[in-house]
């Protein structure tokens, strides 16, 4: 256990959909991150929020949507996504958005569009 | 591209062996840190070296950094099946607060 959790654990969505994933995490930390992971590629850093505000969108399609209502949680919502978005979506935390800062990750959202 | 690039991209070693595997980069980091991901789960933070450092060890696990070459090494001593995972080098570039990752070397130990 990191103190990452995220829900749900498995998604298959049409691509007509709407639909949302979430990240919550209990160590108390000021930075949250979205992940994309798709197989044999680097994993790809979507978006990046410190202290609830975002600070980094890395030329994400519009049809994902994040939300950070609070430092403890994170969402992704998804709408009209594509078969090549279907991957593993990670979460990841740190105390403070600086690449020194260890990020723990939550276990994942395996993510299929049909 | 400032991410790390692991090689090889998959190794199979027996048990007891020892692991090497190695990740390059291109532009120059403040520092450069290798997580662990078991299949279908989130990554774990292993270690961390500093680009002022050489070396470090954490229990079986040895890492370099090698500046000049712009590389970096994870030594695995004396594997266990339960090694088995992808290792991932990322990197934080010197104007950029972020880690970049790269794609893994796949780890298999062999009971």
């Known amino acids: 256990e990191t103190g990452v959790t995220q829900t749900p654990r498995h998604l298959v969505m049409g691509m007509t959909n709407k639909k949302s994933l979430k990240c919550e995490q209990h160590?108390?930390?000021?930075?949250m991150y979205w992940y994309k992971q798709s197989a044999k590629k680097p994993l790809e850093l979507m978006f990046v929020y410190s202290l609830e505000e975002r600070v980094e969108n890395n030329s994400v399609p519009s049809r994902f949507s994040p939300e950070c209502p609070n430092s403890s949680h994170l969402f992704l919502h998804l709408h009209t996504l594509q078969p090549e978005d279907s991957a593993l979506y990670l979460c990841?935390?740190?105390?403070?958005?600086?690449?020194?800062?260890?990020?723990?990750f939550g276990p994942g959202t395996r993510l299929l569009v049909l | 591209s400032q991410q790390g690039e692991e090689d090889p991209q998959a190794l199979s070693i027996q048990e007891g062996e020892n692991a090497t595997m190695n990740c390059s980069y291109k532009?120059?980091?403040?520092?450069l840190q290798w997580y662990r991901q078991n299949s279908g789960r989130g990554l774990v933070h292993l270690i961390l070296i500093r680009s002022n450092e050489r070396e470090k060890h954490s229990g079986r696990l040895r890492v370099t950094l090698d500046t000049s070459k712009k590389s970096s090494s994870l030594l695995i001593t004396a594997s266990r099946a339960a090694d088995t995972a992808s290792y991932f080098c990322a990197t934080e570039g010197l104007n950029n607060n972020d880690m970049r990752f790269g794609a893994g070397t796949r780890l298999t130990v062999k009971p």
């Open positions: 532009t120059s980091i403040n520092n």
């Open positions: 160590l108390g930390h000021n930075a």
């Open positions: 990841a935390s740190s105390q403070d958005r600086w690449g020194a800062e260890t990020q723990y």
